[in-house]
Structures are given as structure tokens and as C-alpha cells.
């Protein structure tokens, strides 16, 4: 228990700079005599404690002392760093909190080790939104890792469905999204996405390219991922629903709530028509719609179009013949 709040002290010390015991002994809800014996422990194991008398002193680091607290290897940090980014959580205050660890860590980390961060942070973006949860094989992907960090070209075969094709690319970096993995890289001048469970072979030509310095890797994501879903196709539809069902419907991923108004009309039964809404939405297609729906069971009616309510029904029919059955 000792050691864990030396190491803390030692790391506040490191990211503060000058701090009083009062202060300490608040964090680590322990005594300012048990702060004066730790920082007498520190001084013992060699640690240049320094303490500044006044009213405005307080225990530091002796300057210019950086001491390598984590003991991690390059490798081990570049691994930290990836397994961090790609299980980031989505609630806020522990995303704060993990990134907050991790400033720390590479805080601590040995100053040769600064340039791989920046790197791993310039060639990797993670987007944790997954278009799917299964599991690709990626048997190319720690080759392509060697390519985007020393910057070097790769002869590669892509799988495109039809055909096998083979380009050599320049790659840029590497997105996570979900547990699918993709190459961003430029081929023949032109940057495009190539997912990595699709590639079949793959070399290093041994020729190295120079980088461009003003690219951006999770802007380009961004960028590309809005073109792609303006090329998706849509399925508009006219809903009539409980009210109180309105917030469950925003929050399905991928479904586009275009406008909301009262009905004065009432279709779903035991509902006063105050509490039913008339709602435009826009799905991919009609058979996300009908998976949408069903998960609503009674509470939502399509309305428009007419194949949307036909398909429905005889979903539905299907449905309850199998159960009767």
C-alpha cells in the first residue's frame, strides 16, 4: 500500500512541480506527517526530493530530474497505447479519466519514447462506432503496422469480390472501426480505404516514400465516412408513434429522425391521441426498416409508403403462422 502512494506522490511531484504536504496528505487521504516520512523514504531511495521553506514552498523534484517511472519498453508503450485507443470507453468521465492515466504514463515515459507517441497518434485513428461486431482475420495487419510507421511501400493483392487486383500503395495509417481494420493509403496519387481482412498477400518493395506532412488522418476518416453514408440508399418512411417511444427511436444508430409533429388521428389502441406523434424517418433500406419496427412491436405503425405496411404484414402473418403452428 506504501509503494502505490510513493509512486503516486513521485508522479504528482513529476506533473506538478511544486506542491505542499497539505495538499498531498488530501489526495492521498493520509496525514502531512505521514507525507513528511514518505518523502524521507523517497530521499533514502534516491529520489532528489527537494522541500522550499515559506509560505509559498512546498516539496519538489529536484530540477531537471525525470526519472522513468513505468519502466516500459518502446514496444510496450506502442502497445499500450493501441489496446487504450481501441478500448477507449464511450461514457465521458471514464474516457477523461483513462486519458488522463495515459498523459501520465507517457509523461513518466523515457523522453527517446516521446516521438513514438506522436507517430502512433499521426498514423492510427480509432472509431469506435463498428458498422458490425464479428471477427475479421487480419493475418496482414502487423506487416502493414511496419509499412505506415517507417513510412515504407507495400505490394499488396486485394480480394475486390469479383476479382483479386494488385497495387503497390503508399500507406498513410490504419483505422479501427468496430473489430474491423482498414488501410488508408495513397494509390496511384489517389488515397483510398482498403480493408485489411480483404487483402490476400502482401510484401515491403523496400522503397521508402515521404510522408505528406499535412495530412490528416482522422479529418480524412471523417470526411470519407460522411461521403460514404451520402451514397448509401434511403428509405423514407411516415411512423405514427407513442411519444413516450420518440427518445428510444433517435437513439438506434443509423436511423434519421427528420421531423416530429402531433397526430389528431388515433391508431394504436388504449392510446389518447395526445401521447401519439406523426414521425419522418429515413432508414437504409426496407428491410432495416422492418427490423426497426418489429423491435417496437405494438407501439409504432408505419404509415407510408404502402410496400413498407405490406411487408409488415406479411412478416407478421409469417411470424404468427409459425408460432401457431
Known amino acids: 500500500m506504501r509503494g502505490d502512494r510513493l509512486l503516486s506522490i513521485l508522479l504528482m511531484l513529476q506533473d506538478s512541480g511544486l506542491i505542499t504536504a497539505k495538499v498531498l496528505a488530501e489526495r492521498l487521504e493520509v496525514s502531512e506527517r505521514t507525507i513528511h516520512r514518505d518523502m524521507e523514504a523517497l530521499s533514502s531511495a534516491g529520489i532528489p526530493v527537494m522541500a522550499d521553506r515559506g509560505s509559498v514552498g512546498g516539496w519538489r523534484l529536484m530540477e531537471g530530474y525525470k526519472t522513468d517511472l513505468t519502466g516500459l519498453t518502446r514496444e510496450e508503450l506502442q502497445a499500450l497505447l493501441l489496446a487504450a485507443s481501441v478500448r477507449l470507453p464511450t461514457d465521458t468521465d471514464l474516457r477523461v479519466k483513462l486519458e488522463s492515466a495515459l498523459i501520465k504514463l507517457v509523461t513518466a515515459a523515457p523522453s527517446e519514447h ?105 479529418a480524412w476518416w471523417q470526411a470519407s465516412t460522411a461521403a460514404f453514408y451520402e451514397q448509401l440508399p434511403r428509405f423514407h418512411a411516415l411512423l405514427r408513434m407513442e411519444e413516450d417511444q420518440l427518445a428510444k427511436l433517435k437513439r438506434i444508430r443509423y436511423v434519421n429522425v427528420q421531423a416530429v409533429r402531433d397526430t389528431p388521428s388515433l391508431r394504436v389502441e388504449d392510446v389518447s391521441p395526445e401521447h401519439l406523434l406523426e414521425v419522418e424517418v429515413v432508414f437504409d433500406s426496407i428491410e432495416v426498416a422492418c427490423e426497426v419496427l418489429f423491435s417496437f412491436a405494438s407501439t409504432v405503425e408505419a404509415l407510408e409508403p404502402a410496400i413498407l405496411r405490406e411487408t409488415m404484414l406479411e412478416r407478421a402473418q409469417l411470424l404468427v403462422a409459425r408460432y401457431q403452428a
Open 114 to 218: 516521446l516521438s513514438d507517441v506522436r507517430r502512433i497518434r499521426e498514423r492510427l485513428h480509432i472509431d469506435g462506432i463498428g458498422w458490425n461486431n464479428h471477427h475479421e482475420p487480419t493475418p496482414w495487419l502487423s506487416l502493414i503496422q511496419e509499412a505506415v510507421w517507417n513510412d515504407h511501400r507495400i505490394e499488396f493483392s486485394y480480394n475486390k469480390g469479383d476479382q483479386t487486383v494488385v497495387r503497390i500503395a503508399e500507406p498513410l495509417g490504419i483505422v479501427a472501426k468496430g473489430k474491423v481494420w482498414y488501410m488508408i493509403a495513397t494509390v496511384d496519387t489517389e488515397t483510398r480505404t482498403y480493408r485489411i481482412s480483404r487483402i490476400t498477400e502482401a510484401r515491403l518493395t523496400g522503397d521508402h516514400y515521404d510522408r505528406p506532412v499535412d495530412f490528416d488522418l482522422a
